[in-house]
């Protein structure tokens, strides 16, 4: 092998080792990148929307701000996944007791134009005490999902009504309103009542 | 070795026919049938069963009717990667001989939409499966608390 040969050798395998980087890049972290699955909530400092409770208060992100919080979307005209959530947290809330006593549960509709405050506050009286029923604006409600990085949609269903396609994982905060994890929709309750455990003494270490 | 292949084939029609033939809705067992209270009518409502098939042959349910909603329907909540429920009807249900279905939160329930009467809790109500043989089958459907997690409460 002379030295030319040698050379173009040379230069064709570094062009190849970069190609193989460049497309590596570009699959991974460059434009060819799959988006991610899920994006984490904003921290509930950074979110910012109005919306009004099961007795008639304004409420907001900073209102739980200080205690843990447990926010999750549905709908009360929701025949499935809904009463299951809220019937499973209840079940976690009942299993936790006393341990709960400053947590926010909050259920935001995502449906404000059915679900009106006294909608809610008619829903909710048949779940666990703690949980909260927050509803606003067609605009707060989208405000509120993109903080909390929720996704819904309405969507027709048979004889002219509508459903609504939501985001059904429960979101939990520490007391500083950072994210701190969700629970899936329909988790065991071994592995959902510690991940709310966890955010409780969260609270504890830090005040 | 034709003739053969066509003894088999006439032999399996043979013992085949009969059995296909049969209506055999009749070896459905229907298990822990329950649903939700509802607040009013304006809410559908969602009943969950198991559905048992004891008998040999494949059994398909096609439709359900009741007189508490006037569009019965069994639909499906699917859950996607970004964590997104949505719901939508399945049309029919296949039960494989030994085998069974679970209409159950978070999958497949009869889903009641167009209530005509408020479901109370303590009440049943009648659902009639039909099949795709033209059986029927009458459940008769505890109504539980709406905060219910299953058949026991």
Redesign the interface.
Known sequence: MNRRTLLTFGAAVSGVVALTLFIGWWQVDGPGAPEPVAQRPLPLTQMEFQMTNQDGATVGPASLIGNPSMVFFGFTYCPDVCPTTLSDISGWLDDLGDEVADLNVVFITVDPERDTVDAMADYISYFHPAIQGWSGTLDTTARAAAGFRARYEKVATEGGDYAMNHTASVFLFDAEGQFSGTIDYHEQREFAVPKIRRVLTMEEETS | MKSTAYIAIAFSLLIGLPASAVADSGDIVVEDAWA?AS?GT?????AYMILRNTGSDPVTLVGLETPLA??P?I?E?T?D???????G?VGEITILPGESVSLE??GM?A????LQTKMVEGETFPLTLNFADGGTLNVDVPIL?????GPEG
């Open positions: 939700r607040i304006n809410r559908p409502g969602a006037m569009m329907d639909h909540t859950t990667l970004n964590g997104v429920s949505s719901m009807p939160p978070g329930h889903m009641l939409m167009r608390g709406i905060a219910a997690r």
